[in-house]
């Protein structure tokens, strides 16, 4: 069983940083990767950072340069520097893990997803 717990988000004025963690817990062999996804009121989920297991990361074009992503895989937990947030970053922040378990079969889980709200 895997088990996925996102850090609590917040409230921040424009212009300002936040970090969000997530970890994951559970009967884990490897993970393949970890990502960043998000979703506005009214709009897909989009894609926000993905980091590999060598470390490789990706960003959309809406957070690259503002965002970074970075992960420990000691302690199988991801997070998300948000930096110079924006009205329109506003919305539920989901991580997202690829997880391989003990039996080599690879899955995806899910945080619960955490409001982050940016102020003008």
């Known amino acids: 069983q895997v088990q996925v717990v996102e850090s609590v988000g917040g409230l921040v004025q424009a212009g300002g940083s936040l970090r969000l963690s997530c970890e994951v817990t559970?009967?884990?062999?490897?993970?393949?990767?970890m990502g960043w996804y998000r979703q506005a009121p009214g709009k897909q989920r989009e894609s926000l950072a993905v980091?590999?297991?060598?470390?490789?990361?990706n960003y959309s074009d809406s957070v690259k340069l503002r965002f970074i992503i970075f992960r420990d895989n000691v302690a199988n937990t991801v997070y998300l520097q948000l930096n110079s947030l924006k009205p329109e970053d506003t919305a539920v922040y989901y991580c997202?893990?690829?997880?391989?378990?003990?039996?080599?079969?690879?899955?995806?889980?899910w945080g619960q997803g955490t409001q982050v709200t940016v102020s003008s």
């Open positions: 559970g009967s884990i062999f490897s993970i393949n990767a």
């Open positions: 997202n893990f690829r997880v391989v378990g003990r039996s080599r079969k690879w899955a995806d889980y």
């Open positions: 980091i590999t297991s060598n470390g490789t990361t």
